[in-house]
């Protein structure tokens, strides 16, 4: 079956510029996770969202950064006035339910690129 | 969650078992031990889980001992697709189930 889709796989873009970033969880996901990880570095939780609920936003390195899933499917990442630290890949991860014992898919990531 | 130790790399012939250890001494009764890779320029891949019994797919087993703190992964013949770092990663209830990776363990499979 399907898996975690991201869209676009990479993006470039000059500093200052706004992106938006998509993730297509697996059908009938109620979680959705995104990422953010660093060249050589272990991804880092961004945000968790129930179904359209934003649980948990903890990890947003900054208020320029947004995330949504306003039907408790498709979400996007926003990162407003982008700056050169932007630059990483940006992960998306959804599992079944919230339980400890249901483990969390991810998609390719987005390579964001800022100039 | 509770903090986990990884050697940094290890090699192993390809074909034979690569066995990958964890150490997780911190660990409350109701946290899970999760295993993820990552190929290079791909996303984390879900391997195996398990709480406190040894568990066994068609990807690998996971061996946790009886005072859960410590485990290892075991891919039983290694590939050279099998080439990649392996993240060991304590999941808890409290707070929004997030994964949160250390460096993992780099394992280069050697022809």
């Known amino acids: 079956g399907a898996g975690v889709s991201q869209s676009p796989r990479y993006k470039v873009a000059k500093r200052g510029q706004d992106v938006a970033l998509r993730c297509d969880p697996i059908?009938?996901?109620?979680?959705l996770f995104w990422y953010q990880q660093a060249l050589g570095q272990g991804p880092e939780f961004l945000t968790y969202?129930?179904?359209?609920?934003?649980?948990?936003k903890s990890g947003l390195p900054s208020d320029r950064f947004f995330a949504e899933r306003p039907e408790g499917s498709v979400s996007t990442l926003k990162i407003q006035r982008t700056q050169q630290e932007d630059s990483a890949v940006y992960l998306c991860a959804s599992s079944l339910d919230s339980l400890l014992n249901q483990p969390q898919h991810f998609g390719d990531g987005t390579r964001l690129s800022i100039l | 969650d509770a903090k986990t130790t990884q050697p940094p790399s290890m090699d192993c012939a390809e074909g034979r078992a690569a066995n990958l250890p964890c150490n997780h001494s911190t660990i409350s009764g109701n946290e899970y031990v999760y295993w993820y890779r990552q190929i290079h320029s791909q996303g984390p891949q879900y391997i195996i889980h398990?709480?406190?019994n040894n568990e066994t797919n068609e990807m690998a087993s996971l061996i946790i001992t009886e005072d859960r703190k410590s485990s290892t992964l075991i891919l039983p013949h290694a590939t050279l697709r099998d080439t990649a770092v392996y993240y060991c990663?304590?999941?808890?209830?409290?707070?929004?189930?997030?994964?949160?990776f250390g460096k993992g363990t780099k394992l280069s499979v050697i022809p």
């Open positions: 398990g709480l406190k």
């Open positions: 059908s009938g996901h109620v979680s």
């Open positions: 969202f129930q179904n359209e609920a934003q649980l948990d």
């Open positions: 990663i304590v999941v808890s209830g409290a707070g929004s189930y997030q994964l949160t």
